[in-house]
């Protein structure tokens, strides 16, 4: 098993430990591998009820952390898995990242579930986040406890452009969605309807 696959495995095994099996309209949810990512399609008859997931895992195997950007809908949710045991359990977390060599930049992230490990970045900076996710090849971040404490995650972004390109909510903008009509027959919207 190459360290691609290795790491694939891993993120599914601690995405399903951690947050429970994504939503499926259909059956068991089908992994794809797109560069570092894994996909979860879950076939969903209209974009409303969408729930695909793409993660990439962090590079550096003492200090795991995933980023999940989740459907729900046709909006895009981002999560940050931290680990509790660095010190990761309060409400808030700052995360300080930059995209290749870019500019730094801050985000405050707040806690998203009762665990203690999954924070949400604000839903205003999702689509930003994204797009810059999209263009970059690698994504650095040190995310910071209240306390102070600090831990520094690299994500290898290779195929992010496919893998978030393919989630129907993150592409909605750059593509007609699907719609439901009041007979409830899924309709395409057209360009200025």
Wanted: net charge positive; glycine share 8%.
């Amino acid at each position: 098993m190459n360290r691609t696959a290795f790491r694939v495995a891993a993120l599914v095994a601690c995405t399903f430990a951690l947050c429970g099996p994504p939503l499926s309209a259909q059956g068991d949810p089908v992994p794809d591998t797109v560069g570092n990512f894994a996909v979860f399609h879950n076939p969903a008859p209209y974009l409303d009820e969408n729930r695909d997931e793409a993660m990439v895992v962090s590079s550096d195997s003492d200090r795991m952390s995933t980023l999940i950007w989740s459907c729900r809908g046709s909006r895009t949710r981002l999560d940050v898995l931290l680990d509790r045991y660095h010190g990761f359990s309060g409400l808030a977390a700052k995360l300080v990242h930059r995209f290749d060599r870019g500019r730094q930049d801050t985000i405050v992230v707040r806690l998203a579930d009762d665990v203690g490990m999954r924070y949400a970045l604000p839903a205003s900076q999702v689509s930003a986040f994204t797009m810059q996710a999209i263009a970059a090849s690698r994504l650095t971040v040190r995310a910071y406890t209240p306390g102070g404490l600090a831990r520094e995650y690299v994500f290898d972004l290779t195929g992010a452009a496919r893998a978030l390109g393919s989630l129907p909510c993150a592409a909605a903008p750059r593509r007609p969605a699907v719609t439901r009509r009041a007979s409830g027959s899924p309709a395409a919207r057209r360009p200025g309807a």
